[in-house]
């Protein structure tokens, strides 16, 4: 079995890319999420360390999720094979492949009662944030290796997009104001991205994207074509134009109902906050003094090159032995989490990086009041 894994951090535009592969008659798309990170044990079933096949089940069963048949963006709501089969945890659907991934795939195909694909040349799967595993653990499967980098200014503005639905509701983001600490700490995660795709490209382990250059009607079949070649692919004009018309009597993967970060600001504002009226940027969410503390921060002069369809895939290898962060706080951040990654200390490198995280947990905390 070949793999197609999506390993990007969140808010880089792995929707998107997600949305113009689907379709692809040669890819076949999981209908559910493992979350090899976002969920413990950290890394299974890539990595697994299970002691009996019972072990191995329930916590496959509580790592994968499959969206609701009520979720629509901007209300996904997902739940856990466990929550859903829980009548199904007996062996008797365990299913044995090559690999511990293979089985786990296998399996979930056996729980959901999905034939497995037979003429596909990959199996796409997808966790956000999966790229904190590092890149070895993925050459140990056949296939390749997309990664999304965006803006970090652009991140950062998703972000606060969604943090704002979860404290405010449906009000206009630029109202309100993240603290110091929390951009300062969403910066250094967003950069740390940039870094792991470059350092990993350079060892070709991976094909990063970067987000403008799908997001760009003018060059999106280029970028699309580049993709192609980097999985053996024929060019497909389904890849044109992203699909999230979803069949709610089948199960999907959540990233079909996901909508972009510029349709959320356009929501939450009512309208008032639009593409139209920002142009070309997609930070729009976010206020003067928000953009000026960004400014101050970071360099972002790297970023314009690699707007350029050329430049990007032949210098962006080069990136990662470069720093443009200009905040000392910051700077000593990054680099101890380039020695930890270096040195294989991922675990522990992904919980310090989650620890610097802003969600639905500490939501009310992320905001000046």
Known sequence: MRFLFINSMSRTGTSLLYQLLFGHPE???????????????FGFPLLDDTSSKEEFLKILMSKTTIASSNGRWPNIETQTLAEVFPDKMSLNNLVIGNSAVESAVRTIHNILGIEMPQDKKYYCLHDDHSYMLGGEIFIHFEGRVLNTIRNPMDMIASKKNMLTMYVYGKENPQNFTLKKEVIQDELIRAYFSWWVASYEYSKGRLLPVFYPLLKSQKIRKQTMEKVGQFLGLEFHNV??????????????????????????????SSGKLSQDSFGATSYFSLNNEEIELLER??????????????????????FYQECFIREERSKKIFEKWVDMYKNNKFKALFNEYSSMNYGKVNANMAFKK
């Open 239 to 268: 890849w044109l134009e992203e699909k999230n018309i979803l069949d709610k009597e089948k199960y999907y993967n959540e990233l079909l109902a996901n909508g972009s970060s510029l349709s959320t600001v356009e929501y939450l």
């Open 27 to 41: 890819i076949y798309f999981a209908p559910y999420r493992i979350q090899f990170v976002c969920s413990r044990p």
């Open 297 to 318: 921060l970071i360099e972002y002069r790297f970023i314009e090159q690699y707007k350029e369809f050329e430049v990007f895939w032949r210098e962006f290898d080069l």
